[in-house]
């Protein structure tokens, strides 16, 4: 199985600062024939379910603002918030769907300093 | 409208069974991968199951394989999770999650989600 490993678990920013949060998986979840990277992003608020904010490891899903944006490749993969507003806070997961069982990273909470 | 809407959760026994239900609209239900993914109190996300479009591929978790069943009914757009031999570390809420892309096979990323169902495994 691949292990998802998210750093750090919590983080505290100022509003309109960025946030920076990473994942690392246990092997690649690049697919190279396609050369797309296996990995989702999902941000999930209190009470709520998940909802989807980026997919191949960088795309944009539909509706997202535009402050969110993925990185990485391979096994290091990294979501950030360019501008952190007070609706962001939430706990974030990374997901590998390379292979399954499909996995997740264990969270980050993020919060408002 | 993607809706998807649990339902079927209850208190069990250890060792009991359930079946989880899951009735979705507003999309095309035979063309798109299907799952169920969990999340015990105060924890995070976990995959259990996915199954094919078409149902005839079927995937698990170690966790539940061999306990679990998952299944779909595409004549009343219906997904089920059969669960058995119950234990108290299955108790969680339940998601089902709709898969992103049309026509794939094995489940990847999940861009409709449902509420959720608690399930709660306790004597």
């Known amino acids: 199985d691949i292990v998802m490993t998210q750093s750090p678990d919590s983080l505290a920013v100022s509003l309109g600062e960025r946030a920076t949060i990473n994942c690392k998986s246990s092997q690649s979840v690049l697919y190279s024939s396609y050369n797309q990277n296996y990995l989702a992003w999902y941000q999930q608020k209190p009470g709520q379910p998940p909802k989807l904010l980026i997919y191949w490891a960088s795309t944009r899903e539909s509706g997202v603002p535009d402050r969110f944006s993925g990185g990485g490749s391979g096994t290091d993969f990294t979501l950030t918030i360019s501008s952190l507003q007070a609706e962001d806070v939430a706990v974030y997961y990374c997901?590998?769907?390379?292979?399954?069982?499909?996995?997740f990273g264990g969270g980050t909470k993020v919060e408002i300093k | 409208e993607v809706q998807l809407l649990e339902s079927g959760g209850v208190l069990v026994q250890p060792g009991g069974s359930l079946r989880l239900s899951c009735a979705a609209s507003?999309?095309?239900?035979?063309?798109?991968?299907m799952s169920w993914v969990r999340q015990a109190p105060g924890k995070g996300l976990e995959w259990v199951s996915g199954i094919s479009g078409s149902g005839g591929s079927t995937y698990y978790a170690d966790s539940v394989k061999g306990r679990f069943t998952i299944s779909r009914d595409s004549s009343d757009n219906t997904l089920y999770l059969q669960m058995t031999s119950l234990r108290a570390e299955d108790t969680a809420v339940y998601y089902c999650a709709k898969d992103r892309e049309r026509a794939v096979v094995s489940p990847k990323s999940f861009q409709h989600w449902g509420q959720g169902t608690v399930v709660t495994v306790s004597s």
């Open positions: 997901q590998q769907y390379y292979s399954t069982p499909l996995t």
């Open positions: 507003g999309f095309s239900f035979s063309s798109y991968a």
